[in-house]
Structures are given as structure tokens and as C-alpha cells.
């Protein structure tokens, strides 16, 4: 075998493996597996990872630096010609890289702030004139759930506001919620506010319904509260060097 065959041989075991844990914690919950989407967060992973995980079936992918995933749209449609890989952007976004954002992204899941969802809105706009998006962009409100504003997201009470801002443009989608559990809380504990959250946004914005919570340490938990979409990293991948959570 080579070392590639080998790193499918890996990926596909441990793809096998967390859709079985899915399906298991939806089993636990009364739901359907369908009701929970996979994504693979592949930060700090080479394309090749990437271009595996397309041949195993899976072409969901979460990125955490803009740059970075930039970069690997690029290399991957060059090992990959004409993938229908769908990116999703999970951690941080300064303004100033929204226009490239735009062009590649097919969610993003970090949006905290009314400054970036207009310069968001507006980088979207620009790049559907310039035929470089086919059309508006799915966003999450990324929701803090300590109030810790170091780790991004926004305080459950600045919600409300920000979920009416996204509904007023025209280039973003308001989709759901995003969050991180913050360490030292115990996660069912967290995802049980946020369920909250997403309950409460959905009386005025219902078609948002998308609720992304749990990673490789918590996505039981957060499928008992509802999660609809999980992103693993570690589980599918292994571990990541230390120097670049
Ligand atoms: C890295 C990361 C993940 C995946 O974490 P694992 O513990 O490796 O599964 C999920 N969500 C976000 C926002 C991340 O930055």
C-alpha cells in the first residue's frame, strides 16, 4: 500500500466511525441521523486530506482562517477538477477579508457583529455583480455563551438585533446559530442555552433553522439539544499539531 492508500484506509475507518457515533446519539435522542450533518473540519489539513475525503463521499468542509482555506479552494480544484465541495468558514473574520470570503464561501458560520454583516452584505453584493458568487451568502450568528468576547461570537443578547440586520440585506441568508461550548462548562449545560437561543430566534425568523454546536469532545451533548450540524475535526483527521488549534 502507499502512504496515500493507507491515509484512505485511515480516513474512510474513521468516517465510518463518527457516522456511527451520530447515529447512535440521534438513536439516544429520538431523532433521525438525517437530521445531523457532518462537517469535516479540516484546518491545518493538507488538500490532499481533503481530496480523499471527497473521493470517500464527504464534501463538507469547515475552515477556520480565511487564507488558509483560500488557498486550499485552490488546490483542491486542481487535484479535484469541477468538486462541488461546500466550504464553510468557522472561525474568526476581520472586515477587510470579506471580499475574498465571498467568493468561495458557501456558509459562513462566525458572524458576531453588525460591522461584519455589512461589510459581508456588501462584499457579497460585489462579488455577485462580478458574476463570482452565484448568489447570496448563507450566514450563522456565532453565539458566545460565556460572554467571553476574546473567543468571538456575540452575547445571547445582541441576537435579536443582529438576526434582524442579516434579514435586511440583501446578500446574506440568516441560516441559524453557531457556538463553541466554553471550557470548564459543562457542554449539555451550554447547548441547552443555546437550544434556547435558537428557539427564540425562530419565532421571528423561522426558516433559520440550522443550529451548528458539538465537535469532537461534545457532539453527543450537543445533538441531545438539537444540533443540526456537527463539526469534527480531531475525530475524522487525528490530532492537530499543537501550535495551531
Ligand atoms: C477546530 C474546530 C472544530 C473541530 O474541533 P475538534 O475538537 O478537532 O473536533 C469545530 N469548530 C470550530 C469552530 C473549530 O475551530
Not at 440586520?165 to 463553541?180: C, I, K, P, W, Y
Not at 430566534?201 to 444540533?227: K, L, Q
Given at each position: 500500500m502507499t502512504g496515500l492508500e493507507r491515509r484512505r484506509e485511515r480516513l474512510s475507518e474513521a468516517l465510518a466511525s463518527v457516522r456511527e457515533r451520530i447515529a447512535k446519539a440521534c438513536e439516544a435522542a429520538g431523532r433521525h441521523p438525517d437530521e445531523v450533518e457532518l462537517m469535516a473540519v479540516t484546518k491545518t489539513r493538507p488538500a490532499t486530506d481533503l481530496a480523499l475525503l471527497l473521493d470517500l463521499g464527504h464534501d463538507m468542509f469547515g475552515e477556520n482562517r480565511p487564507q488558509e482555506a483560500a488557498a486550499k479552494v485552490a488546490e483542491l480544484s486542481e487535484l479535484r477538477p469541477g468538486n462541488a465541495a461546500r466550504w464553510h468558514l468557522v472561525g474568526r473574520l476581520q472586515r477587510n477579508k470579506a471580499r475574498s470570503v465571498a467568493r468561495w464561501a458557501t456558509r459562513v458560520e462566525s458572524v458576531d457583529s453588525v460591522r461584519l454583516v455589512d461589510a459581508l452584505d456588501d462584499a457579497v453584493r460585489r462579488a455577485i455583480d462580478a458574476g463570482e458568487r452565484p448568489g447570496p451568502l448563507p450566514v450563522l450568528l456565532q453565539v458566545s455563551l460565556d460572554g467571553d468576547p476574546e473567543r468571538?461570537?456575540?452575547?445571547?443578547?445582541?441576537?435579536?438585533?443582529?438576526?434582524?440586520?442579516?434579514?435586511?440585506?440583501?446578500?446574506?441568508?440568516?441560516?441559524?446559530?453557531?457556538?463553541?461550548?466554553?471550557?470548564?462548562?459543562?457542554?449539555?449545560?451550554?447547548?441547552?442555552?443555546?437550544?434556547?437561543?435558537?428557539?427564540?430566534?425562530?419565532?421571528?425568523?423561522?426558516?433559520?433553522?440550522?443550529?451548528?454546536?458539538?465537535?469532537?469532545?461534545?457532539?453527543?451533548?450537543?445533538?441531545?439539544?438539537?444540533?443540526?450540524?456537527?463539526?469534527?475535526?480531531?475525530?475524522?483527521?487525528?490530532?492537530?499539531?499543537?501550535?495551531?488549534?
Open positions: 468571538g461570537g456575540a452575547p445571547l443578547g445582541e441576537l435579536p438585533a443582529l438576526a434582524d440586520r442579516v434579514a435586511e440585506t440583501e446578500g446574506l441568508e440568516l441560516h441559524g446559530l453557531m457556538a463553541v461550548a466554553p471550557l470548564g462548562v459543562d457542554p449539555d449545560q451550554a447547548f441547552a442555552d443555546l437550544a434556547e437561543a435558537q428557539y427564540r430566534m425562530g419565532i421571528y425568523h423561522p426558516r433559520a433553522r440550522v443550529t451548528s454546536a458539538g465537535m469532537t469532545a461534545d457532539f453527543e451533548a450537543a445533538i441531545r439539544h438539537g444540533s443540526t450540524c456537527v463539526r469534527v475535526g480531531t475525530a475524522l483527521l487525528g490530532d492537530r499539531p499543537l501550535t495551531s488549534s
